[in-house]
C-alpha cells in the first residue's frame, strides 16, 4: 500500500483519537514534514482539514442512524467543546445538527 493509502486507513481506525500529525507520522513511519506534504499532494488539504472533514462524516452517520444526543457525539469525536463541534459541523454541512437530521434522517 502506498503512505497515502495508509494514512488514509489510519485515520479511519483513530477517528475517535485524539491524534496529531506526529502520531500519524511515526505510526506510517514517515517524518512530518514528508506525510503532510504526500496528504497536500493527494489529497490537497492538511492533515487537519482531512481529519476534521472525516470527523464531520462519521458525526453525520451518528446523527443519522444513531439517538446519541450532539454533546456525546461531539465528545466521542473528541471536541473539547460541543458548541465548536456545532460551529464546525454547521461550517462543513451548512446546517446545524437539528437541522440536517431533520431534512436527512430517513
Known amino acids: 500500500k502506498t503512505i497515502i493509502e495508509n494514512f488514509v486507513e489510519y485515520v479511519a481506525q483513530n477517528v475517535y483519537n485524539d491524534i496529531s500529525i506526529a502520531d500519524a507520522a ?7 514534514s514528508h506525510l503532510s506534504r504526500i496528504i497536500q499532494m493527494n489529497k490537497n488539504t492538511t492533515f487537519t ?6 470527523r464531520m462524516e462519521v458525526a453525520k452517520k451518528l446523527l443519522l442512524t444513531t439517538t ?3 454533546k456525546d457525539i461531539s465528545n466521542a469525536l473528541k471536541f473539547k467543546e460541543p458548541t465548536y463541534f456545532m460551529r464546525v459541523f454547521k461550517q462543513k454541512t451548512g446546517y446545524t445538527c437539528t437541522v440536517f437530521k431533520k431534512l436527512f434522517s430517513t
Open 26 to 32: 511515526r505510526a506510517l513511519k514517515v517524518s512530518r
Open 68 to 70: 446519541m444526543p450532539v
Open 49 to 54: 482539514n482531512y481529519l476534521m472533514d472525516q
